[in-house]
């Protein structure tokens, strides 16, 4: 994987800020214990200076204590003395905040000081534990010495006082003559002489103690700092580093993002000079990338919006689009109580002129005579071919009159002569008529009615126009006639399956086979599934109908794979009543259960219309039947609409291609641009396609030539009966037991 130098300086950056914090951290936890240190030092240099302090205090006390008694022969002054003495030796608990205390400012009511606890600890025992040396320990046990011998003389003092005796005036002088004598100030400075000699080593140890704790912590301020500042070095480093991996700044990056998740791709990126090799840099990539995908996709959609609503000879509406205008003007007429004319419009005799003069000023005369009809036609009107020499005008707001009015143009015009090249042409066409409400109230019916009326009007001599009549509507009859007869069909016997293979165009194998329903009835004989199926739709049988091909089908797949027979798939097809039921998937489930065939093996067949219907329902049913093993084509693919984003979220795997497209294929270009669309189309979707009607080599030839996947038709062989079907792939393998390219089979 290709990495960018710069991705790696700033991977390698980052590391660097994370490591130097992480040191910065640990070398200010060193330093805030350094200050700790700092003040352990003097908090210890403070209470050792207390203990000398209160040994001398104590002194001092003593004599005030003393010389008072002498003077006044109070004895709260000698009791105070006597408290002193037993606070010091340890033979009363010391007082609160005694080094602050005072013994001579205390009034005559006797109180003593608020003692701390009710353990003594005499003061020589302090000292002890205050981790003095033994030097420093030998001058204040000299001052304590000291200071007991002077007490010795504090208590003759006050002996002499307290003798008996008359004169005791005499004797406080003398007793206070002793307290101030030379002796008594030698016995004091005494012990004051070791205290000092105490201080100064006292000071010359903690004051070491406390310059290296100092020094210490200024060294670690220092490396603390000095950290900080690489950090902010290195953070700034990193910040610059990820900028150019990047190519800008964060926010930057972030929005542009932002804009591509939101689909917005035709603004372009801007990436400094020598960025290009960043984050936004590859940005500016991918959206260049997606913006032309969009641009490429934007005009495939149009090519395909363009075939799927207009005709791609003449650029006229096709039926979708038609479908879709027919829908809005019938609207119109019915909130507004309007008329509305359908009008269907046939060359005559056209295939006359395709056979003897070509396919191609064939398409030439369909172009001009398009035009001429938009001619005539208002804004509000559409004109539309259905395909071939069929035409379809749709005038809304259009009264029978006017309508008459409107076909006479159309006939006039159209029979006036055409120059297409060399030749010079004349032909006629047949209208027919329908007004809506009354011969019918949707595109359908108007359509019906419009058909008929067109073919009454070409059996009645060409060249002119028939509207629609209620005689006309005679295969009503026939329509009850086969609803009637549908209902007992099944129970009698009188369908049955017949099947149709599909080779691959890549190894020429059967891929598979398609189950073709046949109906014959002992009165109506053969019937056309395309007469019956419509009326079995309408009347609702078309469930139970379908019910029973789709197991007849697969056990009778299973039945082939049981004798060894190597057909893959059985493709059925499904009606729009049965895709919208809500139990197919069950039932589809159940079949298979009971006839034994792996889901793998069946294809349900989807005709485009239904599955555009109701788009979001038939995803829904798509993913049910999917979850289940089973798979989905799209039948007769190119003869609705179908939108890419829908199909492009079908769960499918193959697309159909009309027969109506492959019939012309090899003449017609317009056919084979749609037919080309749609392979390319599902190639890029990941589809496979199959063409169904091929009957003609050069049909073969062409659909081979541009990545057809399958085909089926009379050229491969027709529906066939079970046994005849059989008999007719074991003879195809038999010519063809190693096939290295799909050829016709003999």
């Not at 207390?50 to 008072?68: G, I, K």
């Not at 019915?334 to 396919?359: Q, W």
């Not at 019916?445 to 509507?473: H, I, P, V």
Request: aromatic share 8%; with cysteine; hydrophobic share 40%.
């Amino acid at each position: 994987m290709d990495r960018s130098p710069s991705r790696f300086a700033y991977t390698r950056s980052l590391r660097l800020s994370v490591g130097i914090a992480a040191l910065l951290f640990i070398c200010f936890g060193i330093y805030v214990q350094a200050e700790k240190q700092i003040d352990r030092a003097n908090e210890a240099r403070y209470r050792s200076r207390l203990l000398a302090d209160e040994l001398r205090q104590s002194s001092d006390d003593l004599t005030r204590m003393v010389r008072s008694y002498v003077q006044t022969g109070h004895p709260l002054y000698k009791q105070y003395f006597s408290d002193i003495l037993a606070i010091r030796d340890g033979r009363k608990p010391r007082p609160i905040a005694y080094d602050g205390i005072y013994w001579d400012l205390f009034g005559p009511d006797g109180r003593p000081p608020r003692p701390d606890s009710d353990q003594a600890t005499s003061l020589l025992d302090l000292m002890r534990q205050a981790g003095f040396t033994a030097a420093e320990f030998e001058r204040l046990e000299q001052a304590k010495e000291n200071s007991d011998a002077l007490t010795e003389i504090e208590h003759v003092a006050m002996n002499l006082v307290e003798a008996p005796g008359p004169d005791l005036p005499q004797r406080r002088l003398q007793a206070s003559r002793i307290l101030h004598d030379v002796i008594y100030m030698q016995a004091k400075a005494d012990i004051m002489r070791p205290i000092g000699e105490f201080y100064a080593l006292l000071e010359q140890r903690t004051a070491k103690d406390v310059e290296d704790a100092v020094n210490r912590a200024y060294w670690l301020r220092v490396l603390v700092v000095t950290l900080g500042l690489a950090l902010l070095l290195a953070l700034w480093d990193s910040l610059r580093k990820l900028r150019a991996t990047l190519g800008a700044a964060p926010d930057e990056v972030y929005a542009q993002i932002v804009q591509l998740g939101q689909g917005k791709f035709q603004d372009p990126i801007a990436v400094q000079a020598g960025m290009q090799d960043s984050v936004l840099g590859w940005l500016q990539q991918t959206q260049r990338q997606l913006h032309q995908m969009e641009v490429e996709r934007r005009v495939s959609d149009a090519r395909l919006v363009q075939l799927a609503d207009y005709d791609p000879l003449t650029g006229l509406p096709n039926r979708r689009l038609l479908q879709d205008r027919a829908q809005t003007a019938l609207g119109r007429a019915h909130r507004h109580g309007e008329a509305l004319a359908l009008m269907f419009l046939d060359l005559d005799r056209f295939k006359n002129i395709n056979d003897s003069l070509g396919h191609q000023l064939g398409d030439a005369l369909l172009v001009q005579v398009a035009q001429r009809l938009k001619s005539l036609l208002r804004e509000e009107d559409t004109i539309c071919r259905l395909g071939g020499d069929e035409f379809v005008l749709l005038c809304p707001g259009t009264d029978a009159a006017s309508a008459a009015h409107v076909a006479r143009k159309v006939l006039a015009l159209a029979a006036q002569q055409y120059q297409i090249g060399t030749q010079e042409l004349a032909v006629t066409c047949s209208i027919g008529i329908a007004m809506y409400p009354s011969d019918g109230d949707s595109l359908e019916t108007l359509s019906m009615s419009a058909d008929t009326a067109m073919y009454r009007a070409k059996q009645a001599g060409r060249n002119g126009f028939r509207f629609f009549k209620a005689e006309m509507q005679t295969h009503s009859t026939r329509t009850l006639q086969l609803e009637n007869a549908l209902r007992r069909a099944l129970a009698l016997g009188q369908m049955h399956l017949e099947y149709q293979p599909q080779f691959s165009l890549h190894n020429g194998e059967v891929t598979g086979a398609e189950a073709l329903l046949r109906w014959h009835h002992p009165e109506l004989g053969v019937l056309s599934p395309t007469e019956f199926i419509p009326v079995a739709e309408d009347s609702g049988q078309i469930l139970e109908i379908g019910e029973w091909v789709l197991r007849t089908a697969c056990r009778q797949l299973r039945a082939w794979q049981d004798t060894g027979l190597p057909i893959r798939r059985m493709a059925v097809n499904l009606s729009a009543l049965q895709f919208r039921h809500p139990k197919l998937p069950r039932q589809v489930e159940q079949v298979l259960a009971q006839t034994g065939l792996p889901a793998q093996c069946l294809e349900l067949e989807l005709t485009e219309r239904v599955a555009m219907e109701n788009p979001e329902s038939a995803i829904a049913m798509m993913d049910h039947l999917s979850e289940r093993g089973v798979q989905m084509s799209i039948d007769d693919f190119g003869t609705g609409y179908s939108s890419l984003n829908y199909l492009k979220r079908f769960r499918i795997y193959k697309l159909k291609i009309d027969k109506s497209f492959v019939r012309d294929i090899a003449e017609d270009p317009d056919d084979r641009a749609i037919v080309t669309a749609i392979i390319s189309m599902a190639r890029s979707l990941g589809f496979l396609t199959i063409a169904e009607g091929v009957e003609t080599p050069g049909q073969l030839q062409f659909l081979r030539e541009h990545g057809c996947d399958e085909v089926q038709g009379y050229l491969y062989g027709r529906p066939l009966p079970p046994q005849e079907f059989e008999q007719h792939v074991r003879q195809h393998l038999a010519r063809h037991p190693v096939v290295s390219q799909a050829g016709v089979p003999g």
